[in-house]
């Protein structure tokens, strides 16, 4: 299972951003997909999950009410809508498929490489 990641960059503080994650495979509605941002120096942090069969959501406190991760199952892709762009969000955004909706990386197997959000203030 390959992940891609994609539509990370430059935006003013305030704004918006939408990450997408395609899978080059079926996701089946057993999977759960999630998001994790890094900054270098630090852990690897929760950010939204999915349950892929259900739809329930999960978020991180931190960007609860501000981001919204949705799934396009057609396009088998997990995308992340993220608003009111803060500096502190800055990050390596990484998806992640896996099974249970955890906040712990290792639960997650499958991972994408990581697209870059920069937020200015």
């Known amino acids: 299972v390959q992940l891609q990641a994609s539509g990370g960059g430059l935006v003013q503080a305030g704004g918006s951003l939408k990450l997408s994650c395609a899978a080059s495979?079926?996701?089946?509605?057993?999977?759960?997909m999630g998001w994790f941002r890094q900054d270098p120096g630090k852990e690897r942090e929760f950010v939204a999950a999915i349950r892929w069969g259900r739809g329930s959501t999960y978020y991180a406190d931190s960007v609860k009410g501000r981001f919204t991760i949705s799934k396009d199952t057609a396009k088998n892709t997990v995308n992340l809508e993220m608003n009111s762009l803060k500096p502190e969000d800055t990050a390596t955004y990484y998806c992640?498929?896996?099974?249970?909706?955890?906040?712990?990386?290792?639960?997650?197997?499958?991972w994408g490489q990581g697209t870059q959000v920069t937020v200015s203030s």
């Open positions: 992640a498929r896996g099974t249970s909706p955890t906040h712990v990386p290792g639960d997650y197997r499958y």
């Open positions: 495979e079926r996701i089946y509605s057993s999977s759960v």
